[in-house]
């Protein structure tokens, strides 16, 4: 407020909580904890560190006038907290003891932007700061290291903002950044390739200020002429949720009245089968005719083996045999591979569209998972999965049979969703041939297999009264 005070309602009966005073320049800037339990604000000569329980002051932080606060604010998914200074400097400090953890090197001369921007992803590894330039500097927060520096359009000479725009699929290690420059237009860029994905604003329709939706679908800006704008991102671009390429490929055919090829320019290639037979050669001339061994067979096979990302079956089943596992920095890449995964972003977002489903509202009563993270993906695997087919919704063990897959690829929802689709329309199709019954067929093979390799173990089953749909 103008007298540099801060207000805290509640959201749900719209009253006053707490009237928060203790700064005594504009505040620039609020951070809540994960939590919700604390809360920063900072202005330009301090920062304070609020108990969102009891509205008190935990402790305060002050600078000489002469460095300058920019921004202080708590990393995603951690304890810790940011503090970044007017002359560049950035320390990291831990949020229980605010013992300072460590500070990132100081940019040389050249390089230093006059920090005034910052963003970081929301799984807290990636920082990036920007200033009174057209650069841009990506901070690695876990190895402290600058990452690399970006350089902007020339049209761009100072960050006024920096906001990711986050991606269901991307695990929270954000890849597009939007970067608002003095000219009023916000440009989205991937911090990876370093391509524009698509802007917003213009020079007659300058923005002042952009928000970003959790879930990254909408941006609302903030017009100097006082106006507001929404954007939908998804019919800004075709970059961030790229549909697959389509399988079917046409072959056209030449024009009506394009000639046919000039057979003089034919080099005749025969083909037989057996021994390589040598050519017929004129006088004083060159043979024209190369035999060559037939190699069908060879050019099946190979295709056969290949997989994408220049991969191939039979090597990696070669490795598989020498070593009986995959190496572990590489396992989930291969198994990504073999199993040629169409990575559908649009039909896995249509699925997430729907929320969550009925069947799975009630998941932690019944799966208790300390982890809330796992939780959710659990949750929101299995709801996809049911409005994908309505078979699922009433199949009791799919949590058990889903859980291994989640815990393993819960940073990439959709990746998880589509090994366990792939998994179970390969391998266990016959599993609900007899659905809603148990699954006799495959019931009665385990037995089977448990009666030919250990009949005593069948027999203490049976003798207890523990049939196949309790131990397989």
């Known amino acids: 407020l103008a007298d540099y005070s801060i207000k805290c309602f509640d959201t749900d009966t719209k009253e006053l909580v707490s009237w928060m005073r203790g700064h005594e320049s504009a505040v620039s800037c609020i951070s809540?904890?994960?939590?919700?339990?604390?809360?920063?604000?900072?202005?330009?000569?301090?920062?304070?560190?609020?108990?969102?329980?009891?509205?008190?002051?935990?402790?305060?932080?002050?600078?000489?006038?002469?460095?300058?606060?920019?921004?202080?604010?708590?990393?995603?998914?951690?304890?810790?907290?940011?503090?970044?200074?007017?002359d560049d400097t950035v320390f990291a400090w831990e949020g229980d003891t605010l013992n300072c953890k460590y500070q990132l090197p100081t940019p040389e001369d050249s390089s230093r932007l006059h920090y005034k921007s910052f963003a970081v992803s929301r799984d807290g590894r990636v920082l990036v700061?920007?200033?009174?330039?057209?650069?841009?500097?990506?901070?690695?927060?876990d190895t402290r290291k600058l990452l690399r520096i970006i350089q902007m359009p020339s049209k761009v000479r100072t960050v006024r903002q920096l906001e990711f725009l986050p991606d269901s699929f991307d695990g929270g290690s954000n890849q597009i950044l939007g970067v608002l420059s003095q000219d009023g237009?916000?440009?989205?860029?991937?911090?990876?390739?370093?391509?524009?994905?698509?802007d917003i604003g213009s020079h007659d329709e300058g923005i002042s200020t952009s928000s970003v939706s959790p879930n990254g679908r909408y941006i609302a800006s903030v017009i100097?002429?006082?106006?507001?704008?929404?954007?939908?991102?998804?019919?800004?671009?075709?970059?961030?949720?790229?549909?697959?390429?389509?399988?079917?490929?046409?072959?056209?055919?030449?024009?009506?009245?394009?000639?046919?090829?000039?057979?003089?320019?034919?080099?005749?290639?025969?083909?037989?089968?057996g021994k390589v037979q040598r050519p017929w050669k004129s006088k004083g001339g060159s043979a024209q005719t190369r035999?060559?061994?037939?190699?069908?067979?060879?050019?099946?096979?190979?295709?056969?083996?290949?997989?994408?990302d220049g991969l191939n079956k039979k090597r990696l089943l070669d490795l598989l045999l020498g070593f009986g596992e995959y190496p572990a920095k590489y396992r989930?890449?291969?198994?990504?591979?073999?199993?040629?995964?169409?990575?559908?972003?649009?039909?896995?977002?249509?699925?997430?569209?729907?929320?969550?489903?009925?069947?799975?509202?009630?998941?932690?009563?019944?799966?208790?998972?300390?982890?809330?993270?796992?939780?959710?993906?659990?949750?929101?695997t299995l709801s996809a999965l049911a409005h994908w087919s309505a078979i699922f919704s009433e199949t009791q063990y799919l949590p058990l049979l889903t859980f291994p897959f989640v815990k393993l690829f819960q940073n990439n929802q959709l990746i998880c969703f589509e090994v366990v689709a792939t998994v179970i329309v390969n391998?266990?199709?016959?599993?609900?041939?007899?659905?809603?019954?148990?699954?006799?067929?495959?019931?009665?093979?385990?037995?089977?297999?448990?009666?030919?390799?250990?009949?005593?173990?069948?027999?203490?089953?049976?003798?207890?009264?523990?049939?196949?749909?309790?131990?397989?």
């Open 129 to 141: 700061a920007g200033g009174k330039s057209s650069l841009l500097h990506v901070w690695c927060l």
């Open 291 to 308: 035999v060559l061994k037939p190699v069908l067979n060879d050019v099946l096979e190979d295709k056969e083996n290949e997989l994408p």
């Open 427 to 472: 391998w266990c199709q016959h599993w609900f041939d007899y659905f809603p019954n148990p699954p006799i067929n495959i019931l009665s093979m385990v037995e089977n297999v448990l009666a030919h390799h250990d009949k005593e173990l069948l027999r203490h089953f049976e003798k207890h009264n523990i049939t196949s749909q309790i131990y397989v």
């Open 32 to 86: 809540v904890h994960g939590s919700g339990r604390y809360s920063l604000t900072t202005s330009s000569d301090t920062s304070q560190l609020w108990d969102l329980d009891t509205f008190q002051r935990k402790r305060k932080l002050n600078v000489r006038q002469s460095v300058g606060i920019q921004k202080v604010f708590f990393l995603p998914l951690s304890n810790t907290i940011l503090s970044c200074f007017k």
């Open 224 to 273: 100097d002429n006082g106006s507001l704008n929404i954007y939908n991102v998804q019919a800004l671009t075709h970059e961030v949720n790229k549909p697959p390429l389509p399988l079917v490929k046409v072959v056209k055919d030449f024009p009506k009245e394009k000639k046919s090829v000039d057979q003089s320019c034919v080099t005749k290639v025969s083909m037989t089968s």
């Open 332 to 380: 989930m890449f291969i198994w990504r591979s073999l199993l040629q995964l169409p990575e559908n972003h649009a039909a896995f977002s249509n699925l997430i569209d729907k929320g969550t489903h009925g069947a799975f509202l009630h998941l932690h009563e019944q799966y208790p998972i300390k982890s809330m993270k796992l939780l959710r993906v659990l949750q929101r």
């Open 185 to 198: 237009i916000m440009r989205f860029i991937n911090i990876q390739t370093c391509k524009l994905i698509f």
